[in-house]
C-alpha cells in the first residue's frame, strides 16, 4: 500500500473526528440556555427535590465535575479543556443521572450493541449471498421473480416496523421471546449454558429485526452476480475446464461479493445508529438506549459521550474498509493514482 495514499486517509479520518466533536460541541453550546445552565437547572432541582440545600458556587463546582468544562470560562476555553481531558485522561466527564463516569456506563454498554449489531450484520449478509446467489443462478425463473418482490418489499420496510412486528406478534402474542431486558432475571453471569442462552434468548428479536437490513441486499449481489456471470473470463475457465465449484467460487462469487464488501463495514455503523430506536423498542440495556435516555433527561456528558463513540465506529469502519479494499480487489487503486 502506498505510504502517501494510508497517510492521506488517515489524516481525512482524523480530520473528520475533529470536526465531528467541533460541531456537536458548537451545537451543543449555542441551544437555547447551553448545556451549562441546563445542567446548573437540573443539579439545582435535583437538590431541591431531595430536600437538601446547596449555593452557586457549589452547583457550578459539580457542573465542572460533571462536563470536564469550567462553566464561567470562555466557550474557546470550555473547548480546549474538553479536548485536554478526552485526549490526554481519557475523561468524557461524569453522568449526572447515572452518578457514574460516561467512560464506565459507555464501556459496560457497548459489548452489548457490538454483539446484536455484528450478528445482525453476519447474518443479514450471509442470508442475502445465499439468496442472491440463487436469485441469480435462477434468473428470470417463478423462484427469481417471487423473491426478488419480497426482497424489494424488504428494503422499502423500515426496521423499526419490523421491530414492532415481531415483538407483538412473537413476544407478546405467543409468548416465544421477552419483550426487554438482555438477560432473564435470577441467571448468574458467566460462561455457563444458562446465561449464554439467555442472552440469545433476549438478543434474537433485536437481531432478527436488524438483519433485514443486510438481507435486503440480496437484490444487489443477484445484479452483480449476473454481470459477472456474462464476463468473457468465464468462458475463458469453462475452455480450460476448470471445476464448476472452482469457477462459482474463484470467479463468480469472489467478484460478486466485491461491492458488497464495503458497504459490510458501512454497515455497522447503520447498524448502531439503528440502535438508538431498536434498543428502546425491545428495551435492550445497550448503547442506543443510554443514549436516547441521555436525550430525554439532557444529561449532557453523557450524551456526549456516545456520540463521539457512535462518531470513532463510523470512522473506524470506513477506515477498515478503504484499507482493505485494495488487498480483497486487487483492482482497486491503492492510490498510485486516481482514485
Known sequence: MNLNYLTRRLGQAVITFWATVTLTFALYHMMPGGPVESMQNIILQQVTTSGGSVDLEQIE??????????????????????WRQLL???????SFSHQEPVTTLIAERVPWSMFVSVYSLVIGYTASILLGSAMAFKEKS????????????LQSTPYYIVALLLIYSVALRLGWFPTGGRVGTGV??????????????HAALPILSTS?????????????????????????????????????????????????YTRFMIGIAGVLSSSVILEQIFSYPGMGLLMYNAINIRDYPLLMGTLIIFTSITII???????????????????????
Open 61 to 82: 463546582q459539580m457542573v465542572a465535575l460533571y462536563a470536564n468544562i469550567q462553566p464561567n470560562d470562555p466557550v474557546y476555553v470550555q473547548y480546549i479543556d474538553y
Open 88 to 94: 490526554f485522561e481519557f475523561s468524557m466527564g461524569q
Open 142 to 153: 417463478r423462484f427469481d421473480s417471487i423473491m426478488s418482490s419480497i426482497m424489494v418489499a
Open 188 to 201: 448468574e453471569a458467566g460462561f455457563n449454558l444458562e446465561f449464554m442462552t439467555s442472552v440469545v434468548h
Open 212 to 260: 433485514i437490513l443486510g438481507i435486503a441486499g440480496a437484490i444487489s449481489l443477484r445484479g452483480n452476480a449476473i454481470r459477472v456471470l456474462g464476463e468473457d473470463y468465464l468462458r475463458v475457465a469453462e475452455l480450460r475446464g476448470l471445476r464448476p465449484t472452482r469457477i462459482a467460487t474463484e470467479y463468480v462469487g469472489r467478484n460478486a461479493i466485491l461491492p458488497m
Open 317 to 339: 469502519g470506513i477506515l477498515i474498509a478503504d484499507l482493505t479494499y485494495g488487498y480483497i480487489d486487487p483492482r482497486a487503486s491503492g492510490g498510485g493514482g486516481t482514485e
